[in-house]
């Protein structure tokens, strides 16, 4: 399974952004796809996820109600749609993918990873 991410950039405090992530190669029946990101200095941190099947989403309480995680399954993308964002956003956001249909906010449960792109937002 192949990922890649794009869509990041530089963007002001209150713009908006969308991120996409292409998979590729071989997919499974029922998986879940996640985003994920990095701030300089810090760990890894869970931001959105959502079943390949149902569309079930979950979101990290730092992006709820302003990310937006939606899927198109003919296209094998999957969008991050970023709006209100905030300077404690800037980071690189990375996607990832495993199978199954169960919600997973933990890095360790995802195999496969996209190269990260990187979101600047300036206050």
């Known amino acids: 399974v192949q990922l890649q991410a794009f869509g990041g950039g530089l963007v002001q405090a209150g713009g908006s952004l969308r991120l996409s992530c292409a998979v590729s190669?071989?997919?499974?029946?029922?998986?879940?796809m996640a985003w994920f990101r990095q701030a300089p200095g810090k760990e890894h941190e869970f931001v959105a996820t959502?079943?390949?099947?149902?569309?079930?989403?979950y979101y990290a309480d730092s992006v709820k109600g302003r990310f937006t995680i939606s899927r198109d399954n003919a296209k094998n993308i999957v969008y991050l749609q970023m709006n209100s964002l905030k300077p404690e956003d800037t980071a690189v956001y990375y996607c990832?993918?495993?199978?199954?249909?169960?919600?997973?906010?933990?890095?360790?449960?995802?195999?496969?990873w996209g190269q990260g792109t990187q979101v600047t937002v300036s206050s």
């Open positions: 190669g071989r997919t499974f029946s029922s998986y879940l």
């Open positions: 990832a993918t495993r199978p199954g249909s169960i919600v997973g906010t933990l890095i360790g449960e995802y195999a496969n």
């Open positions: 959502i079943t390949w099947s149902g569309g079930t989403t």
